[in-house]
């Protein structure tokens, strides 16, 4: 009887989460598939907003809302703490909530950690009891707050009281990183010397030994950890066979700004084409991506995949960690188009490719960075996007960018997230006809992982390549000036 009751809540909350998406869209959202970059998106919200204040108030809140979150993007933090103020003054919604107290938390001060721990007090009482990754999120969201506004001694009780949040291994909440590299060093310092220490050696994993900070901290502490050569190697050669059959072997590139990129290889025969992989920073290893991998080196294409700056093998002192940057996504979406960009001459050179057939490859948030790279880069001329998850503030953008691009774009959607597939939907709709299809996967997964529902999805992906690079010409496009 449990098991009947709980399927017909699961398929309640489908239909809710399917209705809701296909709700008309407010003014604001027609907006956000409009602007053709970050700056025109914020004056176009800034005059909508200023045109209906005066007579509705929620549709402008919506508005401060969304430049709020153009701001975020763009590394302006105190535009966009204004903006969340002016949109939470009206609406005191879970979203303004949560958007302005995460940024007072970066800025970091005690009276922000104040203001964040208010905010937040009305979310934590929704998902006090939530045993959702989401919930463990609003939870140490919360607790942070409460370190920051002075009582770190509760924030540490409040983590320890819920060890399935953070503190049991391979405990599945999002912004990993971000929570280990926070907490650790705060239950160190606070008397929880083994909880501390068990986060600090995964957080400095994670980073590959590169996090100056927690390595000066676990040595301040007496906490033995490895060299980061020591981190280095163990996590690397477990990468190395996470994604395919046959090993992937690990390059070192060097960027345009110096910065030095790993990029892994897997090659099939001289003269192959060539597919840039960018995986979610997110991701601890490839494992997602093995389907797709496979099924590229059985149609004959070599595989490069670009770890993006921060995270996994391309951790760095300046970029350790996925969270460095947080409140800079418009920066990094660009710095991963230019990273991608300079990893296709060293991958073709190293595994002879055809330099006429480039397509990257790239899942979830990462779509701007592979569209900026076929549009900045002549090389590239198709585009394969995972289950794309752009945010709101990038619709638009993506739009005009992948128009300007010329190149043919391939998404590929799943079954689980409604509200994306109608996004996707729609940011195909509004480009042009010849230069999209969308293609949909019956397997439960998001990203990457969708092309494990078998040998038929990997086949119609090689197939429209293959048609796409035989049907064009083979003169790569002009370079946009």
């Not at 449990?2 to 309640?12: C, D, F, N, Q």
């Not at 010329?406 to 079954?415: D, E, I, L």
Request: charged share 25%; proline share 6%.
């Amino acid at each position: 009887m449990k098991r009947r009751v709980l399927t017909i809540l699961a398929a309640a909350l489908v239909c809710a989460a399917t209705a809701l998406a296909y709700l008309p869209p407010s003014p604001v959202q027609n907006l956000l598939y409009r602007a053709k970059d970050p700056a025109d998106l914020r004056a176009q919200l800034a005059a909508h907003r200023d045109s209906i204040a005066a007579t509705d108030s929620l549709d402008a809140a919506e508005a401060w809302y969304w430049i709020g979150v153009s701001h975020e993007r763009s590394g302006e933090r105190d535009a966009a703490i204004a903006a969340y103020r002016r949109a939470h003054a009206v609406r005191a919604n879970a979203e303004d909530a949560l958007a302005l107290a995460d940024l007072l938390m970066l800025r970091g001060t005690r009276a922000d950690g104040a203001e964040a721990a208010k905010l937040l007090a009305p979310v934590l009482e929704r998902f006090a009891a939530d045993r959702t990754p989401r919930g463990a999120d609003v939870r140490l969201r919360a607790a942070w707050a409460t370190a920051l506004a002075g009582d770190p001694a509760a924030a540490c009780r409040a983590v320890l009281d819920r060890p399935g949040d953070l503190l049991t291994p391979k405990a599945p909440i999002p912004r990993q990183a971000l929570w280990t590299a926070r907490f650790a060093p705060l239950l160190l310092e606070h008397g929880h010397a083994a909880e501390g220490a068990a986060r600090l050696t995964r957080a400095l994993s994670s980073s590959r030994g590169r996090d100056t900070a927690l390595v000066r901290l676990a040595r301040g502490r007496g906490v033995k950890i490895a060299t980061p050569a020591e981190f280095a190697r163990r996590a690397d050669s477990a990468l190395a066979v996470s994604a395919a059959g046959a090993p992937l072997v690990a390059t070192t590139v060097r960027a345009a700004d110096g910065a030095r990129i790993t990029v892994w290889l897997l090659r099939t025969r001289p003269g192959a084409p060539l597919a840039l992989l960018a995986v979610s920073p997110e991701a601890e290893s490839f494992a997602g991506a093995d389907s797709l991998v496979s099924q590229l080196y059985r149609a004959g294409v070599s595989v490069a995949i670009v770890d993006p700056r921060g995270s996994r093998s391309s951790a760095s002192a300046a970029t350790p960690h996925p969270h460095a940057w947080i409140a800079r996504e418009d920066a990094f979406q660009q710095r991963l188009a230019r990273d991608l960009s300079a990893a296709i001459g060293p991958a073709s050179a190293a595994m002879r490719t055809d330099p006429a057939r480039v397509c990257v490859i790239a899942e979830g948030p990462l779509a701007m960075a592979a569209a900026l790279s076929a549009r900045d880069d002549a090389r590239v001329r198709t585009v394969v996007l995972a289950g794309a998850t752009p945010s709101g503030a990038e619709r638009g953008w993506l739009i005009a960018v992948l128009t300007a691009s010329h190149a043919p774009v391939f998404f590929q959607q799943g079954p689980e997230d409604v509200y994306a597939n109608e996004v996707v939907d729609r940011i195909a709709s509004l480009l042009p006809s010849r230069q999209v299809r969308v293609a949909d996967s019956q397997w439960t997964g998001r990203g990457f992982a969708l092309f494990r529902a078998g040998a038929k999805s990997g086949e119609r992906l090689t197939n429209w390549l293959a048609d796409e690079w035989t049907s064009r010409p083979a003169t790569p496009r002009a370079r946009r000036r």
